[in-house]
C-alpha cells in the first residue's frame, strides 16, 4: 500500500515538473450592458525567473470582442495582474478561455483557465438614443447652419469615457456622419453632424451613463448664425467683427468731416469725403460669385476629410456665402451649402 502510494505521488511529481506558470481570473464584472466596453484581470504567477514574457491566447468566447490583444500591466511581487479590455456585442455572452504561457529561450507547458458567463443587460431605449454608452459624456461645441430650403446641418464635438464613441447614430435624421474621431479606451472625441429638418427647434438625444446606470440627456439648441464661433478651430469662422469695427470708424470719421464741411462751409472738401464713403461701401458689398474648377470636391463641413456630396463635373460659378480658414462657403444651384478648398477657386 505504501509502495503505491510512493509510486502515484512520484506520477504526480513529474506530471507537475515542468507547470511553471499559474493563472486565473482575478477580476471579473459581475454585470455589463450590451454595447459596453468592461475589462477583465488575470493573476499570473511564474516560477521561473527568466523568461522575456507572457503570452495570452483567447478561446471559446461568445458575445464579447477583445478591443486589444496587450494588456496593461500592473505587478505586485512575484504575480502579474493583466488587465483586458472588451466590448459586449450580445444579449448571452461568455469570457474567453485563455491559455498563459510564457516566452523564453525554452519551452515551458502552458496553462489554461475556463472563462465564466457573463450577466449581460439589454437597454430598451427610446427614439432619441445615440447608441452610445459612456461612463460620462459631454458636448463641446456645436454650429448650426443652413443646409437647404428644408434642413439645417449640425456640427458638434463631443467627449466620452470608457465608450465605444464611433458607434453613434441616430434615426429620424435626413443624414448623418462621422467628420472625425479620436479613439480612446478612457477618453474618446469625435465631431459629427446631422442634417435636420428645419422646424426642429432642438436636437436631443439621449445616451446611456455607465455610472448612474440611466439614460442622460444632450439638448443642442439650433440656432442659426452663421457668423458664429465655436471653440473647434477648423470651425471657426473669420472674425467679422473687426470689418463691422472698421465701418464704424470710417462712418465716425465721414460725420466729423461731414460737420466740418457745414461749419467751415469748405464744399471742396467733399472730395475727400468720398474716401471713407467709398470704402464703407467696399466692406458693406459681399462678394458674390467665384469660379469652381472642374473636379473640385464640395464638402458639407470646412473640414479636411469631411463629407463630400459632390464633385463638379466643370468648371462654372457659385455664390460665395462665406469663408473659414482653407474653406470657402459656396451656395449651389439648388440651394444646398457646401464648402470648397481655396485651392479649388480658379485663378486667372
Not at 462621422?178 to 469625435?190: A, D, F, G
Request: hydrophobic share 40%.
Amino acid at each position: 500500500m505504501i509502495k503505491l502510494l510512493l509510486l502515484t505521488l512520484a506520477l504526480l511529481s513529474s506530471l507537475y515538473a515542468n507547470k511553471v506558470i499559474y493563472s486565473s481570473y482575478d477580476k471579473v464584472p459581475t454585470r455589463i450592458v450590451k454595447g459596453e466596453i468592461f475589462t477583465f484581470t488575470l493573476k499570473t504567477l511564474s516560477t521561473v525567473k527568466n523568461f522575456d514574457d507572457i503570452k495570452y491566447k483567447f478561446s471559446n468566447y461568445k458575445g464579447v470582442i477583445p478591443l486589444h490583444q496587450a494588456p496593461h500591466r500592473i505587478r505586485r511581487g512575484k504575480y502579474f495582474y493583466d488587465t483586458f479590455y472588451f466590448l459586449s456585442t450580445r444579449k448571452w455572452a461568455k469570457l474567453p478561455d485563455v491559455e498563459a504561457s510564457l516566452t523564453a529561450q525554452r519551452e515551458y507547458d502552458t496553462t489554461k483557465v475556463i472563462g465564466s458567463k457573463l450577466n449581460v443587460i439589454s437597454l430598451n431605449p427610446k427614439n432619441n438614443y445615440s447608441n452610445i454608452l459612456a461612463n460620462k459624456f459631454v458636448l463641446v461645441d456645436y454650429k448650426t447652419t443652413s443646409y437647404d430650403n428644408q434642413h439645417n446641418i449640425i456640427v458638434f464635438s463631443a467627449t466620452a469615457q470608457n465608450s465605444q464613441i464611433s458607434a453613434m447614430k441616430f434615426t429620424n435624421v435626413y443624414k448623418q456622419g462621422r467628420e472625425s474621431i479620436k479613439k480612446s479606451y478612457n477618453n474618446s472625441k469625435i465631431t459629427y453632424f446631422v442634417v435636420v429638418d428645419k422646424k426642429i427647434e432642438n436636437f436631443t438625444f439621449s445616451y446611456f451613463n455607465l455610472k448612474k446606470n440611466k439614460f442622460a440627456l444632450i439638448t443642442i439648441p439650433i440656432v442659426l448664425d452663421d457668423d458664429s464661433v465655436t471653440t473647434q478651430t477648423d470651425l471657426k469662422p473669420k472674425d467679422q467683427s473687426k470689418e463691422r469695427l472698421k465701418m464704424s470708424i470710417a462712418a465716425g470719421a465721414s460725420l466729423i468731416i461731414f460737420i466740418f464741411i457745414l461749419w467751415r462751409k469748405k464744399y471742396i472738401y467733399l472730395l475727400v469725403l468720398l474716401v471713407p464713403l467709398f470704402y464703407i461701401g467696399y466692406l458693406a458689398v459681399p462678394e458674390k460669385e467665384i469660379c469652381i474648377k472642374q473636379g473640385t470636391e464640395i464638402r458639407l463641413l470646412p473640414v479636411n476629410n469631411g463629407t463630400i456630396f459632390e464633385t463638379t463635373s466643370s468648371q462654372y460659378k457659385l455664390l460665395k456665402e462665406g469663408s473659414v480658414k482653407d474653406f470657402v462657403k459656396v451656395k449651389l444651384k439648388n440651394d444646398k451649402i457646401g464648402w470648397v478648398k481655396n485651392e479649388d477657386i480658379c485663378t486667372f
